[in-house]
């Protein structure tokens, strides 16, 4: 089946610093990845919608400017949290769809659990 | 306001016996579902669908009951193996929404051997 690759699968960093988490299609070509962020024993929160070659749709509440996403090819889109705070902390999930097939099937990638000291 | 609920956190089964989590929305413009089963530090995995033009989809021991008019769907595991335990998310769109799905909260079940 399809799969996506989220990387790092961990980091830990300190306040203050950037980290950037990449999420790749490996079989198949990607127009629209989104990007979770899952609280422990929560949902899975849609935070934006990143499109390729165009400007990523942000949630409602979700800081542009604070989680910049770059979705530079059709197989791989980047989440970088800027200046990363303690309550950054968290499990950030990426899916995408295969451009060439329309169900509602989302493919996720294993998830980049992030620690801010 | 959570458009998808799963009121159940928990769930424990018997090895062998029927597994049913239980998932309701509020959004009526729903019209396609998914279920996801997620280990701990993994990200999900689609398990099986259904369409709104549908009230059941089997795949193996899954089945997805959808009740339109009570806006509840449910996912039945039978029988329930002790590989099953996971957390279970639902999940809904609406089509032409370039298929952005709403997540319920989760279900862990947990299958007794």
């Known amino acids: 089946g399809a799969v996506v690759s989220q990387h790092p699968s961990r980091v830990i960093c300190k306040s203050g610093t950037s980290v950037k988490i990449e999420c790749r299609s490996l079989d198949f070509q990607a127009t629209t990845m989104f990007w979770y962020r899952q609280f422990p024993k929560q949902s899975l929160m849609l935070m934006a919608t990143?499109?390729?070659?165009?400007?990523?749709?942000?949630e409602q509440g979700v800081e542009k400017d604070k989680f910049l996403i770059n979705h530079a090819s059709l197989t791989l889109s980047t989440l970088t949290v800027t200046s990363a705070h303690p309550e950054d902390s968290s499990f950030y999930i990426c899916?995408?769809?295969?451009?060439?097939?329309?169900?509602?099937?989302?493919?996720f990638g294993e998830g980049s659990r992030l620690t801010v000291l | 306001d959570q458009q998808v609920k799963q009121n159940s956190p928990s769930l424990s089964v018997q090895e062998g016996r029927i597994s049913i989590l239980n998932c309701d929305y509020t959004?009526?413009?729903?019209?396609?579902f998914l279920w996801y089963k997620k280990y701990p530090a993994e990200g999900p995995t689609f398990l099986i669908s259904i369409s709104s033009i549908k009230d059941k989809n089997e795949d193996g021991r899954f089945t997805v009951f959808l009740n339109k008019s009570a806006k509840h769907l449910s996912l039945h595991i039978v029988p329930s193996q002790p590989g099953d335990s996971a957390v279970y998310f639902c999940a809904a769109s609406v089509s032409g929404s370039a298929r952005q799905l709403t997540f319920g909260s989760g279900t862990q079940l947990t299958v007794l051997p």
């Open positions: 990143s499109n390729e070659g165009s400007k990523a749709t942000y």
């Open positions: 959004n009526s413009m729903f019209d396609y």
């Open positions: 899916s995408a769809r295969d451009r060439l097939f329309n169900t509602g099937e989302l493919f």
